[in-house]
């Protein structure tokens, strides 16, 4: 078949004849030309505390200018926004949106950061990247949260406007990728050491399902491979799961399964470990040295932060992250 | 303050017969402003109007 193209954005590298779609639909194969369907055309905006991201080391208590397309490249059955990141651009609503607005927006609202996220970024590339190059010269910064699941061009290519990631680190088995998000974890792993050598600021986060990736043999092998990848400073968000789409069948996570894979994190080397969706002293950053509380949180907000230039408040240890 | 005793004041009813011809044209006169002047917004049902050539992809024939 003539004009037939392969987009290299992300490892699915669809193969597309003309008038086809993407796996991830946003993306469409015209005249033997790939086009982009979603550019300038967010399904959602909204103005978030940066710690539901959640991004804990990055400019805490400010807020995020957050935008989304429909589309993404996985299809997770816990999926969270499964309304908007398993639909075609065309079964949403959307704004009239470009690049230069965007940072007209947040420059509006008094953000500090524009977020790509709530479905998968990846999908909005050619979006996120103009957008990013336009707030960097503004001084707004950039931050996404990603599956991690794209090819090591465009993600070097990006990682140059891009201040800081929260990849979705969803398991630690190619199985759990294969079977519940259609996908596979080593170009995730692959993205993760890419954004740190290109120095973006990157916190993980892993949704603790029950039954599903609660093992803590795997949560151990997953931190341990964090710690000597990512560094000990790489903090990492084990939250908590909720029955929802296609897994509406499983319980709740267990508190209890949190703070084991909270000690488990933090036996192998990790620093900051958090525990997310739910209440819990695991929201909080503590000093590594002296063990002091540093950033008290209250869900998404701050209500005490110990850390001055960069530093703890009581010892002078440096903390890492992006703190002005 | 000076009471008002509410029970002694007459009862009024409303009903089609309490507007009078010129609160009907009233209303009908700003109704037919709101929907003159109203916009439509209709969501984009057409993504292939807002083409942007994307990044990344080849050839393969």
Redesign the interface.
Known sequence: MANRVQCELCPNGCVLDEGQHSRCRTRMNKDGKLYSLVYGKPCAVHIDPIEKKPFFHFLPGTIAFSIATAGCVLSCKFCQNWQISQAKPEDTDTYDLPPDKVVTQAIANKCRSVTYTYTEPTVFYEYMYDTAVIARKHGIKNTMHSCGYINEKPLRKLSKYMDAADIDLKAFTEDFYSRICSGSLKPVLNSLVVLKEEGVWLELTTLVIPTLNDNMKNIKDMCIWIQKNLGSDTPIHFSRFFPHYKLSNLPPTPLETLIDARKSAMDSGLRFVYIGNIRHEGENTFCPKCKKLLVERLGYVVKQNNISNGKCKYCSTAIAGVWS | MASVNIAALPLQEYGADSMKRRDFLRTLLLGVFFILSGKKVR??????N????????????
């Open positions: 969501a984009e049902k057409k993504p292939e807002n083409l942007k050539e994307a990044m990344f992809w080849r050839k393969i024939d």
